[in-house]
């Protein structure tokens, strides 16, 4: 039973370390300059993923509400990361999930959906575009989702501005342990398994008293005597274990040397 707790354990333990988790969603997303570190800074974004995000403005007469999805269909839209929706219901599409960019710094995540509606008349009619700045906030799962700045009275580069607070994009406190200490956690749990299930086997089965309660008793004192007389084998200078005590040999067998015999007339 206890190895296979153990390796239970370990099993955890390794799961917990390694913090292995799948990314699904995120895949979804497009990019649209394929690299790896990109889709890396996306999969971070994993816990945001399959909701809506939403944001009001309300500039004059106009009055929007914007809905963000990361990687997912905003407000219910065929590969829409963000979508502008009018008063009337009227949904227009402010940037692709589908043609994606993603950049992370030490406390945040800017994301990029371009490939929206086209402007009318502003912007040289390019496509619209968002860009969504994550800040950390170790505080909040997923925070409110503000308009920034709606740019649109230029020439060309118009964008979206949005921004919200996530603790997904936190950095993450480097805590991992070294495959020493695992280990030694691995030994002390073994440890505590056969000190505990072994106490109460002596105890409730054997029915020992006292210090005997200890599992294997006899066998761990044995060994205490052995490693305490391989200490003194291994160790000691002066070789006590060959030759009786000084103090002993007076009786039995008289030292040869001087010097010796000296030594044991001293004390007394
Ligand atoms: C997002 O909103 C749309 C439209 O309201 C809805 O159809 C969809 O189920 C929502 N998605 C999630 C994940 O809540």
Same mark, same amino acid.
């Given at each position: =039973?206890a190895?296979? &707790?153990? $390796?239970?354990?370990?099993?955890? !333990?390794?799961?917990?370390v ?5 990314a699904?969603? +995120? ?5 649209v300059h394929?690299?790896? /570190?990109?889709?890396?800074? #996306?999969?971070v #974004? ?5 909701q809506?995000?939403?944001a009001?403005? %309300?500039?004059?007469?106009?009055d929007? +509400? ?9 407000d ?6 963000? *979508?502008? @929706?009018?008063?009337?219901g009227?949904?227009? &599409?402010?940037?692709n999930?589908? /043609?994606a960019?993603?950049f992370?710094?030490?406390? $945040?995540?800017l ?6 509606? %086209? ?5 040289? %009619?390019e496509s619209r ?8 906030? @170790? /505080? %909040? ?6 308009v *920034?700045?709606e740019?649109?009275v @230029?020439?060309?580069?118009?964008f ?10 936190c950095? *993450?406190?480097?805590s ?14 073994? !440890?505590?398994?056969? &000190? ?6 002596? @105890? !409730? ?14 066998? $761990?004192?044995e &060994? ?5 007389d ?9 070789? /006590?274990?060959?030759?009786p ?22 004390? =007394?």
């Amino acid at each position: =039973m206890a190895p296979s &707790l153990c $390796w239970s354990l370990r099993a955890v !333990l390794i799961l917990m370390v390694t913090g292995a988790h799948a990314a699904m969603y +995120t895949n979804r997303c497009r990019l649209v300059h394929n690299h790896t /570190s990109e889709s890396k800074v #996306l999969s971070v #974004l994993e816990p945001l993923t399959n909701q809506n995000f939403t944001a009001k403005t %309300k500039v004059a007469e106009e009055d929007y +509400t914007y809905v963000f999805q990361v990687c997912g269909d905003a407000d219910g839209m065929k590969d829409a990361g963000v *979508v502008q @929706r009018g008063k009337d219901g009227k949904q227009v &599409l402010i940037g692709n999930y589908t /043609s994606a960019q993603a950049f992370r710094g030490t406390d $945040w995540i800017l994301l990029i959906y371009q490939g929206g509606e %086209k402007y009318h008349d502003h912007c040289s %009619k390019e496509s619209r575009k968002a860009m969504i700045m994550i800040s950390c906030d @170790r /505080s %909040k799962a997923a925070g409110q989702l503000t308009v *920034v700045l709606e740019d649109r009275v @230029r020439e060309t580069d118009c964008f979206y501005l949005f921004e919200m607070d996530s603790s997904a994009v936190c950095p *993450v406190i480097e805590s991992r342990l070294s495959t020493g200490s695992v280990l030694l956690i691995v030994c002390c749990c073994c !440890l505590a398994v056969y &000190l505990i299930s072994g106490f109460l086997y002596q @105890r !409730l089965i054997v029915g020992a008293k006292g210090v005997e309660q200890f599992p294997n008793y006899g066998f $761990w004192t044995e &060994l205490g005597n052995l490693s305490a007389d391989g200490c003194d084998f291994v160790c000691r200078t002066r070789g /006590s274990r060959e030759e009786p005590p000084t103090y002993r040999g007076v009786s039995t067998e008289p030292s040869e040397e001087p010097e010796e015999r000296d030594d044991h007339l001293l004390p =007394m």
